[in-house]
């Protein structure tokens, strides 16, 4: 078990995976230590979401780069 | 509450026409608490200075009577002033003084503003408010009206509050002598470095009432006068202009701002002020003659400390500052001190003026801390059960204002006392104070703007 991702060294770029199984990228860290902006790269919740840029909740960030699969 | 009731704060704690004022408007609590609905809920109060943020996502945390404000640049470069408070749970959303960001969040549960107000960022939003939480009505309570007047910032809590140029009357001539450029050109001034900040405990009407052009305690700075920390290094700072022009108190009535004025001889230009920085002499003397080629006879008059109601202090000359006086409890005022110099002046300029303004004003400066001394004692002495019983004495010069005063050809609206020979009034006190029992009194702005009637009966 990992712990929690200190996402304010997040640098944009950088790929990150959600607790839904999403994959996005960080456009913007705005350095809160709460919020990443990201843009989708895919969502298996809404695949609508792919492409377009949000804000991504630190909680909801599960890892960094491709999900793990099991 | 002592000397509440039918008396009234006009004819009971504050009876102008006997000159004297009740310590209770200093020191009781109730009158404090109804301040702050009244007074820093309803008037225009100073929040800060354009060139403080001068870049989309800058922010400068400030104060309007207790609370706490952003001022900020949002994305499209527009400037906001909001409460710093969240709508969720009202922790602060920011808490630094000063900075840039592109979203100001909650640290308490995470909610998230854009500098435009807008609440941007709710966690769980999909899943623990189903995406029903209506963004649009959640965002950051913005001030009812906010006016950029040559670059200074003024926000009113009031919607129903005139705009600012008339809230301000004919005080703008003296708010331009702050703003404008020492060479007459129109909104030249620049925040020097940051905002000083230091808390006194006395109540904030003290400084208020003491920059509103207290002439009379002169004597408390007799010891820096003799220690000559002007700027040509012997006497005081204003002893040039003060020799060679007429020394006024000028009041502009119903709206509650007064101020000391110098007003110089027809065709006379400010004596020297910087003779220990031949540099600084040299640049203002160019300033001087460029500002009597541009505005003329208005370049005659020369700054002094005052006062717009309620807790902004000016003081145009030197030290070029402004200070905020926030109410923090009726026992303690938080003094703020912004210095200002042209944006164009020459950085050998600026420096000698930054080290000068701090070696006056501000926490460590030699005259502030005089001052700083008498508020803090009169107050402390002010709030035991007999002292209170004894009301101030405000009666100096009542009855000697004149409403049609010019010298040589230039005039000066208002109420004027010349004080050249007489020295002092409290005439910009009772000024104050009469503006001060109108808000504490008045059910609205429709009673607050006393002036128009008297304008309406003009026009007919």
């Known amino acids: 078990m990992t712990g929690p991702i200190n996402v304010r060294e997040l640098a944009p770029g950088t790929s990150i995976v959600l607790v839904d199984g999403s994959r996005a990228e960080i456009v913007d860290n705005p350095g809160d230590g709460v919020w990443l902006f990201a843009r989708y790269l895919s969502s298996p919740r809404d695949p609508t979401l792919i492409g377009q840029e949000g804000m991504i909740f630190a909680q909801d960030v599960a890892a960094l780069g491709e999900p793990t699969t099991t | ?460």
């Open chain 2, 1 to 460: 509450m002592a000397m509440k009731g039918s008396r009234g704060y006009r004819s009971g704690l504050v009876d102008l026409q006997a000159g004297e004022i009740s310590r209770e408007i200093f020191v009781n609590e109730d009158i404090y608490a109804e301040e702050q609905e009244r007074i820093f809920a309803r008037a225009w109060l100073h929040v800060g200075h354009e060139s403080q943020i001068p870049k989309p996502g800058d922010y400068f945390v400030s104060s309007m009577g207790e609370e706490s404000v952003i001022l900020c640049r949002d994305r499209a470069s527009r400037i906001h002033v909001f409460l710093n408070s969240c709508r969720h749970r009202g922790m602060k959303v920011c808490r630094y003084d000063e900075g840039t960001a592109a979203v100001f969040t909650c640290p308490y549960h995470g909610w998230s503003f854009g500098t435009d107000g807008r609440l941007v960022g709710v966690p769980y939003f999909r899943e623990a408010y189903h995406s029903r939480l209506d963004k649009e009505k959640w965002g950051l309570i913005e001030v009812a009206q906010l006016a950029n007047y040559k670059g200074s910032i003024w926000a009113t809590w009031d919607p129903a509050a005139p705009s600012f140029t008339e809230y301000l009357g004919g005080f703008t001539r003296y708010l331009d002598l702050q703003l404008d450029g020492w060479d007459g050109r129109e909104a030249q001034a620049e925040v020097l470095c940051g905002v000083q900040k230091w808390l006194v405990p006395c109540n904030w009407k003290f400084p208020a009432e003491n920059f509103s052009g207290d002439t009379y305690h002169n004597i408390s700075h007799r010891s820096v006068d003799l220690a000559g920390i002007g700027p040509s290094g012997a006497g005081r700072r204003d002893m040039g202009e003060r020799d060679v022009s007429r020394k006024l108190h000028v009041c502009i009535p119903d709206r509650g701002h007064q101020t000391i004025l110098y007003v110089l001889p027809a065709e006379r230009l400010p004596p020297p002020a910087y003779m220990n920085a031949p540099i600084v002499a040299e640049y203002f003397r160019h300033c001087e003659e460029e500002k009597r080629r541009r505005r003329g006879e208005e370049a005659r008059l020369v700054g002094a400390p005052g006062e717009i109601f309620p807790n902004t202090a000016l003081l145009s000359r030197q030290p070029r500052t402004m200070a905020g006086w926030h109410p923090r409890g009726p026992h303690q005022t938080e003094c703020w001190r912004w210095y200002f110099v042209d944006r164009d002046a020459p950085g050998e300029v600026k420096q000698f003026l930054r080290d000068y303004y701090i070696r006056y004003s501000g926490p460590a400066g030699m005259t502030e801390q005089d001052d700083m001394e008498n508020w803090n004692y009169a107050h402390a002495a002010s709030r035991g059960t007999i002292a209170r019983r004894h009301p101030y004495n405000y009666d100096q010069g009542s009855g000697t204002a004149v409403t049609d005063y010019e010298y040589q050809g230039l005039s000066v609206p208002g109420e004027v006392i010349d004080l050249t020979e007489v020295q002092s009034s409290e005439q910009p006190m009772r000024n104050f104070y009469r503006r001060w029992a109108e808000f504490m009194e008045a059910g609205d702005w429709s009673q607050l703007a006393t002036w128009r009637g008297s304008e309406r009966k003009a026009a007919e």
